[in-house]
């Protein structure tokens, strides 16, 4: 479940020769820079961007890895379970699971049965 979006910026002239200087060291080239920087940062600002989130009563995704642990527990002690039960309990859209399903059969070893996650034997 690891999509990915492109989105356009514009730098100043200042800030974009700093992103070419580092190509060959953060990346190889600008596009690759800038994306490690903005990871970097928002990794390190984590907390801060969910406080401000908060106050906007605004939430962040859960990450695949946030998913993945919940789907692990909560397959662990199910053997059926309501799709818009897991939908809520991951935080993520049905539409979501429901399109990505091959990766999670794969991972978990489930199928989708109508409105229902079922472990396969």
């Known amino acids: 479940m690891t999509d990915t979006e ?3 910026i514009t730098l ?3 800030h974009m020769n700093i992103i070419k200087s580092l190509k060959g060291i953060k990346g190889n080239t600008a596009a690759s820079v800038i994306t490690g920087i903005i990871s970097s940062w928002i990794d390190q600002n984590l ?3 969910k406080e401000h989130l908060q106050m906007k009563k605004l939430m962040l995704p859960p990450s695949v890895e946030e998913i993945n642990e919940k789907v692990s527990s909560i397959l662990k002690n ?3 379970l309501n799709i818009d039960d897991l939908s809520k309990a991951c935080g993520i859209d049905r539409q979501l ?3 990505n399903i091959s990766k999670l059969s794969d991972k978990f070893n489930i199928i ?3 409105d229902f996650i079922i472990k396969k034997k």
């Open 12 to 14: 100043s002239n200042y």
């Open 78 to 80: 199910s053997v059926k």
């Open 6 to 8: 492109r989105t356009t």
């Open 97 to 99: 699971i429901i399109g």
């Open 47 to 49: 907390q801060e961007i």
């Open 112 to 114: 989708i049965d109508g």
